[in-house]
C-alpha cells in the first residue's frame, strides 16, 4: 500500500514522493505503453550482487524514424518513489521532448525504476549503487534492439526531476566527458557526507566536470520564499551545490521557478531550450569525436535570486558567486522565467500531417512545437469550428498529452483522433485540424475531404 507522506533524504532534497494522483498506481509495474517502433524497451530484474542495482528497471527509448546515425541521447530522469517511478513508464512518448531530442539527431530515453515506496530511493538515484552500470548496460541492448549501436557510445543530455536530479548530477561526477548538458530540478548530488544517513555518499568534484554546463532549477517554495515545510531543505542543497561547483569556474547557473514547490510547473519551457543550446554547441561533427567545450566570450550572468542577467564582461560582483547562462538568447528567456514563468514564443507550431479519414473518424500526426509544446487540436468541417480536443495540466501550462507529476504524460497515452458523431449521411465534407501551442498560437490547417 502507498503510504501517503514525503520524507527527506537530508539536505540533497531527494523525496519520496506519495502523490494523491499517482496513489492507485502499484507495483509490479505492469501498465506499459506499447513499445512497438520506433519505441523500444529492456527490462531488468533486480540485482541481489552487491554493488548492482537492487531494483527492477524498464528502460523505454524512442528513435526518430528516419535517422540514420544517432548523436546523442536525452535522457528524461523521473523522481523518487512508486508514483513517480511508475510515471517513468511514459517519459519517451512525451511529444514536446521528442521535438528537442529530433532536432539534434538524437533519441529520447526515460527509466523507469521499480522502487517500492518505503524502499531507501538512494539505491537508485545515488547512480554510484549500480544504476549507471545498468543505465549503461541499457543503452547498449537498445543499441542492438534498435539497430543503432551507437547508443552505447554517444553523448548523454540529463534532465532530472527531485531524485533524478540527484542522479543526473550523479553522472555528471562520474561521467563527465560523456555528458553534454545536465538539468537538476528539486535535486542536487552534495558534496558532503550525511553521518545520519550512511546510504547518502558524498561526491568527489572532478576538474572535467567544471566544464559541462549544469542548471539548478528548485521552485521557490522549496526554501527560497517558503523557509519551513517539507521541501525547505531543497534550496540550502542547491546553494551548496552551486557555490561548490560555480566557486571553482564551473558552468552551472541557477533558475528559481516563481510559482512552484516541487512540482515541475512550466520548467520544460525553459530547460528544453536551455538543452537545445547546449546540445547545438557541445555535440560533435562527428561520433567518437570528444564534446566540444562551451564558448566563453558569448557567457551572460545573473545573481541566483535575482532577475537580469549581463553579459559575462559587464557583470557587476564576483563572476563565480554568479549563475551562468550560455549566451544572451537563453539568458533573457531566463529572465522571462523567474519572474512569472511565462517563457514567451512567437513562431507557431507545425501544421499537422497525414491527415486520414475512416468512415467518420479523423486521424493525424503532429510534431510538436519545440519551443511551446502542444496544447490542443482545433477541428473543422467545411471550413467552420466543428471541435477543440485540449489537454489537462493542474501544474502548468495545459499540454495535450496531459502531464503527470512528475512532468510525463498520462496514461492512458492521448491518440490524435476525433469521431465525428453529426456527419450528414451521403455528403463530402472537408475537415481541417489545427495545430496550437502552449502559448496559443496556430498552424496552418491541414486538410482532408471525404464522404460518409
Same mark, same amino acid.
Given at each position: 500500500m502507498i503510504r501517503r507522506s514525503f520524507r527527506f533524504l537530508c539536505c540533497v532534497a531527494v523525496v519520496l514522493l506519495a502523490l494523491p494522483e499517482l496513489s492507485a498506481q502499484q507495483p509490479p509495474y505492469d501498465v506499459f505503453p506499447d513499445a512497438a517502433p520506433p519505441y523500444y524497451r529492456v527490462r531488468y530484474e533486480p540485482s541481489t550482487q552487491p554493488g548492482e542495482l537492487i531494483f527492477g528497471v524498464n528502460y523505454t527509448i524512442w528513435i526518430p524514424p528516419g535517422v540514420e546515425t544517432l548523436r546523442g541521447v536525452v535522457v528524461h530522469q523521473h523522481g523518487c518513489g512508486e508514483g513517480s517511478c511508475k510515471s517513468g513508464l511514459t517519459g519517451a512518448f512525451d511529444l514536446h521532448w521528442q521535438a528537442l531530442a529530433k532536432k539534434h539527431y538524437c533519441a529520447l530515453l526515460a527509466p523507469s525504476y521499480e522502487q517500492p515506496? *518505503? *524502499?531507501? &530511493?538512494? %539505491? /537508485? &538515484?545515488?547512480? +554510484?549503487?549500480?544504476?549507471s552500470a545498468a543505465f549503461q548496460k541499457g543503452l547498449a541492448d537498445l543499441g542492438k534492439q534498435s539497430g543503432h549501436p551507437e547508443l552505447a557510445t554517444v553523448p548523454w543530455a540529463l534532465w532530472g526531476h527531485s531524485g533524478g536530479g540527484h542522479w543526473a548530477g550523479g553522472m555528471v561526477m562520474?561521467?563527465? #566527458? +560523456?555528458? @553534454? @548538458? @545536465? /538539468?537538476? +530540478?528539486?535535486g542536487v548530488p552534495l558534496f558532503e557526507a550525511n553521518p545520519d544517513r550512511p546510504t547518502i555518499k558524498a561526491h568527489k568534484l572532478p576538474e572535467a566536470a567544471l566544464g559541462v554546463p549544469m542548471m539548478c532549477n528548485p521552485g521557490t517554495k522549496e526554501g527560497v520564499t517558503v523557509k519551513d515545510g517539507r521541501f525547505a531543505m531543497v534550496w540550502p542543497a542547491n546553494e551548496t551545490f552551486f557555490n561548490t561547483v560555480r566557486g571553482k569556474g564551473g558552468l552551472v547557473g541557477v533558475a528559481v521557478d516563481p510559482l512552484t514547490a516541487h512540482e515541475c510547473g512550466n520548467r520544460r519551457y525553459l530547460a528544453i531550450r536551455w538543452l537545445d543550446t547546449c546540445l547545438s554547441l557541445r555535440l560533435p561533427k562527428a561520433n567518437g #569525436?570528444?564534446?566540444?567545450? %562551451?564558448p566563453t566570450n558569448t557567457a551572460w550572468l545573473a545573481p541566483i535570486t535575482g532577475d537580469t542577467a549581463q553579459p559575462a564582461t559587464k557583470a557587476d560582483g564576483d563572476a563565480n558567486m554568479l549563475g551562468w547562462l550560455p549566451n544572451e538568447t537563453v539568458a533573457r528567456l531566463w529572465e522571462q522565467y523567474v519572474k512569472d514563468s511565462a517563457v514567451a514564443d512567437t513562431t507557431p507550431p507545425p501544421a499537422p500531417t497525414n491527415v486520414g479519414i475512416e468512415g467518420n473518424r479523423l486521424t493525424w500526426h503532429a510534431e510538436a512545437d519545440l519551443e511551446s509544446g502542444l496544447a490542443s487540436f482545433l477541428i473543422e468541417r467545411d471550413g467552420k469550428p466543428l471541435a477543440e480536443l485540449a489537454g489537462k495540466n493542474p501544474f502548468g501550462r495545459p499540454l495535450f498529452q496531459n502531464l503527470q507529476y512528475s512532468d510525463t504524460p498520462a496514461l492512458p497515452l492521448i491518440r490524435m483522433q476525433f469521431t465525428d458523431e453529426n456527419a450528414e449521411p451521403g455528403k463530402t465534407h472537408t475537415y481541417g485540424v489545427i495545430a496550437v501551442n502552449t502559448v496559443g498560437l496556430k498552424s496552418t490547417v491541414s486538410k482532408k475531404s471525404a464522404s460518409r
Amino acid at each position: 500500500m502507498i503510504r501517503r507522506s514525503f520524507r527527506f533524504l537530508c539536505c540533497v532534497a531527494v523525496v519520496l514522493l506519495a502523490l494523491p494522483e499517482l496513489s492507485a498506481q502499484q507495483p509490479p509495474y505492469d501498465v506499459f505503453p506499447d513499445a512497438a517502433p520506433p519505441y523500444y524497451r529492456v527490462r531488468y530484474e533486480p540485482s541481489t550482487q552487491p554493488g548492482e542495482l537492487i531494483f527492477g528497471v524498464n528502460y523505454t527509448i524512442w528513435i526518430p524514424p528516419g535517422v540514420e546515425t544517432l548523436r546523442g541521447v536525452v535522457v528524461h530522469q523521473h523522481g523518487c518513489g512508486e508514483g513517480s517511478c511508475k510515471s517513468g513508464l511514459t517519459g519517451a512518448f512525451d511529444l514536446h521532448w521528442q521535438a528537442l531530442a529530433k532536432k539534434h539527431y538524437c533519441a529520447l530515453l526515460a527509466p523507469s525504476y521499480e522502487q517500492p515506496q *518505503a *524502499a531507501d &530511493c538512494q %539505491m /537508485w &538515484c545515488d547512480p +554510484r549503487n549500480g544504476s549507471s552500470a545498468a543505465f549503461q548496460k541499457g543503452l547498449a541492448d537498445l543499441g542492438k534492439q534498435s539497430g543503432h549501436p551507437e547508443l552505447a557510445t554517444v553523448p548523454w543530455a540529463l534532465w532530472g526531476h527531485s531524485g533524478g536530479g540527484h542522479w543526473a548530477g550523479g553522472m555528471v561526477m562520474l561521467h563527465p #566527458e +560523456r555528458v @553534454a @548538458a @545536465a /538539468w537538476l +530540478r528539486s535535486g542536487v548530488p552534495l558534496f558532503e557526507a550525511n553521518p545520519d544517513r550512511p546510504t547518502i555518499k558524498a561526491h568527489k568534484l572532478p576538474e572535467a566536470a567544471l566544464g559541462v554546463p549544469m542548471m539548478c532549477n528548485p521552485g521557490t517554495k522549496e526554501g527560497v520564499t517558503v523557509k519551513d515545510g517539507r521541501f525547505a531543505m531543497v534550496w540550502p542543497a542547491n546553494e551548496t551545490f552551486f557555490n561548490t561547483v560555480r566557486g571553482k569556474g564551473g558552468l552551472v547557473g541557477v533558475a528559481v521557478d516563481p510559482l512552484t514547490a516541487h512540482e515541475c510547473g512550466n520548467r520544460r519551457y525553459l530547460a528544453i531550450r536551455w538543452l537545445d543550446t547546449c546540445l547545438s554547441l557541445r555535440l560533435p561533427k562527428a561520433n567518437g #569525436e570528444p564534446l566540444k567545450p %562551451m564558448p566563453t566570450n558569448t557567457a551572460w550572468l545573473a545573481p541566483i535570486t535575482g532577475d537580469t542577467a549581463q553579459p559575462a564582461t559587464k557583470a557587476d560582483g564576483d563572476a563565480n558567486m554568479l549563475g551562468w547562462l550560455p549566451n544572451e538568447t537563453v539568458a533573457r528567456l531566463w529572465e522571462q522565467y523567474v519572474k512569472d514563468s511565462a517563457v514567451a514564443d512567437t513562431t507557431p507550431p507545425p501544421a499537422p500531417t497525414n491527415v486520414g479519414i475512416e468512415g467518420n473518424r479523423l486521424t493525424w500526426h503532429a510534431e510538436a512545437d519545440l519551443e511551446s509544446g502542444l496544447a490542443s487540436f482545433l477541428i473543422e468541417r467545411d471550413g467552420k469550428p466543428l471541435a477543440e480536443l485540449a489537454g489537462k495540466n493542474p501544474f502548468g501550462r495545459p499540454l495535450f498529452q496531459n502531464l503527470q507529476y512528475s512532468d510525463t504524460p498520462a496514461l492512458p497515452l492521448i491518440r490524435m483522433q476525433f469521431t465525428d458523431e453529426n456527419a450528414e449521411p451521403g455528403k463530402t465534407h472537408t475537415y481541417g485540424v489545427i495545430a496550437v501551442n502552449t502559448v496559443g498560437l496556430k498552424s496552418t490547417v491541414s486538410k482532408k475531404s471525404a464522404s460518409r
